[in-house]
């Protein structure tokens, strides 16, 4: 079986795709019996769509793989701790395990500013598995927005 580290290196790989493409350096896999059914990283810019965050991206892909939108018995992998629109989606589709990298205190919606993905009053709750390969998620997320102010962006 592999480990939390193997499959967060993929999602840093994702977000290194992201990065390549002047996107915010955000990645995630979908997990399913120990192998990635889908990949995503951040394309807003890309595709001019607001929704288009790498969970959403990762989430669709495995759908698709599955032929279902329930990803139960399914590990998300996500290098920053999501934002509310991608725990709630992360919530309805019944993913049965989360774990990202760095946490998001300006809009993480799963531990730092919201618990939306363990919301006692919702139907699926997730505990959320944090820290895992912290640093290396964090620095390609400073190094991006270091590059963009030097350069009078974001």
Known sequence: MKSD?????????????????????????VVHEDRIIGRGHNQRETLNDPTAHAEMIAITAAAAQLQSWRLEGCTLYVTLEPCAMCAGAIVQARVDRLVFGATDPKAGACVSLYQITSDSRLNHRIVPTS???????????????????????K
Not at 9 to 25: F, G, I, S
């Open 131 to 153: 820290g895992v390969l912290r640093e290396e998620c964090a620095e390609l997320l400073q190094q991006f927005f270091v590059k963009q102010r030097a350069m009078g962006k």
């Open 5 to 29: 580290d193997y499959f967060m290196h993929a999602a840093l790989a994702e977000a290194r795709l992201a990065l390549d493409e002047e996107e915010v350096p955000i990645g995630a896999v």
